[in-house]
């Protein structure tokens, strides 16, 4: 059995055909699903998502997003995750330093998100491009005791360490599937059977042979086939193993 830890089924790219991806998924021994929340506004599609067994929600606001979010919606967060007690981790939150001209304002809503999730003592999911040395030294300063998912993790073995060390697992998704992406598969045979989830980021990240197609929790089984490669195991090894840790992080 296999889990996306990281798919947003609540997309309007997923309208048209939602259930007939859930099917296909199935159809790849995907039985359960983790979708983060980005902005306010599609917080109650999540929600509606979560109403199904198969799908745990997490509610966030995200950085690509900055222009769309308001002062106002920390504080909706922290009623909606008082209000939810089935949301199993804040996110999707973090750092994008891609776009500097809102990096301020990324750290401040980032922090201010890390504070919620530490309160409550739930898991955080965390986007972070361009900077994983900044994110981890962050989260270092707080001691999260529900520790977290580092998405879409790209960096290096040292980096992976770094995540681990704090009791965050790292995501591996499309990424991974990449012959050229050298550092990222030594980091991915460095990490311990513990230390990672898969994920798709669906309908984002396509995975080598599938660029400009949408993507989907079907593919999470490629996924899997390319990090047991990686790591020299064998793929019922890897689905074991991360669908155990994706398990235990989001209490799914």
Known sequence: ??????CHLDFPDF??????????????GVA???VPGTTRARWPNVQALGERGDVSI????????MDTHRDEDLEALAQALEAHPAVVAVGECGIDARFA????AQWRLFDAQLRLAKARELPVVIHCVHANDQVAKRLGQLDLRGGGLIHAFAGSPE????????G???????????DRAKRLHRAVASLPDDGYVLETDSPDMPLAGHRGERNEPARVAEVCRAVARRRGQDTDKVATDSTANARRLFRC
């Open 1 to 6: 059995m296999l889990i996306d830890a990281h």
């Open 15 to 28: 309208d048209a055909d939602r259930e007939a991806v859930v099917e296909r998924a199935r159809a790849e």
């Open 32 to 34: 359960h699903f983790v």
């Open 58 to 65: 997490c509610l966030g606001l995200h950085p690509y997003f």
């Open 101 to 104: 001209e809102t990096l301020d």
């Open 159 to 166: 980096q992976a360490r770094k995540f681990l060390d704090l």
């Open 168 to 178: 965050f697992v790292v995501g591996l998704g499309g990424a991974v599937t990449f």
